[in-house]
């Protein structure tokens, strides 16, 4: 455990994280093993000698299939998040970058959570120029934005200054009802609205937009959800206190139990993934 830990550490570079006081900070990679979770995966097949060929074929197709997919690691993955915070959209596209070049070695879970910068964010949307030049001061946002603006391009995508921003309850509430949907909704959902903030300018606390990414993503309910006001509330508070409570600044995530904090290049998920057991 010690060596995974040192072998993450010594490749780690520098983390860029949104926190509740400054959007940008840039520290030492945080590294901790937690509990270990280990699920054997045990896989049962009788073969019934009544079975047609036909049938058969089929029954042994799937058990390659099986030996296929169980030689893969499985890696799960809980990523604190908040929408607002374009660390965490980078975090997330290095993140899938990773994934998607180490397909092949690896079958992967993931679950994002929720997380508020500012928990009292207005509700009415403001420019996030003007919101960002008055919280750091109109030089350095400048800087910031400028950073940001060169990241977003390593993936071909610009970063959007000119639209609002505001309070993230409401994509937290529909973030978590496709959470009980499916990963891969929840996870189509996550792109789909961190991209209309981040890049398309898109004011997050725009119900209609939250309602359409949902509908894209393939996820029912979530204009009913919005015609109570208490509803799927309750859930994101009990989320951010089951898996954010200890967590400082986003994004955060905890890869088979190693945490990897900030938005870190794709090389570090991936020597994550490889030290996960
Ligand atoms: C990952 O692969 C998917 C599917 O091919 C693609 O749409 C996506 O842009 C890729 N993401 C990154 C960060 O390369
Ligand atoms: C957060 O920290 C407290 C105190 O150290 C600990 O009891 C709790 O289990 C931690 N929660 C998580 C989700 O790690």
Redesign the pocket.
Known sequence: MAIREKILRSHSTTRFTCRFSTAEEERGMNCNKRNKVSLPLVLVLVLDIALSLPAKISVLRYVAFMAQSSGKKLIKIDASIDTVCPWCFMGH?NM??A??SSRDQYDFEIRWHSFFLNPSAPKVGVVKNEYYGNRFGRAQWKQMAARMGQLFRT?GLEYDTEGLTGNTLDSHRIIQLAGTQGRDKQNALVEEILVNYNVRGKYIGDRQMLIEAAEKAGVVGAAEMFEDENRGVKEVYEDIQKYSTNISGVPHFVINGIEVHGAQPPEVFLRAFQAAR
Request: proline fraction near 0%; charged fraction near 50%.
């Open positions: 596209k899938e970058k994934i998607n993936h």
